[in-house]
């Protein structure tokens, strides 16, 4: 009896390793959750997409830190100017400066703008991607649909294919495209 209950451990236990192995879902369900948050910046892809932009990112708090500063010692240059105008003269140089300020400021507005559209996207082109690619996930779990996982109050842990997904996207994705262009 007890050869048979060991038998029987070890045939289902062939049987399941070779579906999670190739990152398909170890259950059949016909609900299944997903954590999209963690499928985009736990892929391949998503990784990429986050490393490139963090780069670009932090070329433009560069850039704004230069320009503050530029402006920070043209602002002083025009006060220490100031003892020595008339008030109208020293009001359009002011207002010039408030113009140049205004500006610059739109500016990089505008940068960190086309930085979040940039983000936004290249998480549109992500899941269109993915979706044949959980579509098969969600055919070979036997499932009619797939929730995000915050909107579900209470499941089985093993309804959850978010690691599955990711296995199976940086297996047949990898990175995706090609590296951001720079904007400049």
Known sequence: MLRVLILCCALVAMSVAPATAQGT??????????????????????????AEL????????????????????????????????????FRILADAFDEKVRDIRQQQQKKTQSLNARLDDQQRTFLLAVAPILEDLMREAGAAIIIERRDVFLSAGAIDITAAAIARINKTLGAGDAPLPSGD
Do not use: C, H, W
Not at 25 to 49: A, E, K
Not at 56 to 75: F, T
């Open 25 to 50: 879902p170890p259950v059949r369900s016909p609900v299944l959750t997903i954590d999209s948050d963690r499928l985009y910046q736990n892929s391949d892809f998503g990784r990429r997409v986050v």
């Open 54 to 89: 963090d780069a670009l990112g932090a070329k433009l708090s560069s850039e704004n830190r230069r320009i503050e500063a530029d402006l920070e010692a043209e602002e002083l240059d025009l006060t220490d100017k100031r003892k020595t105008m008339t008030p109208e003269a």
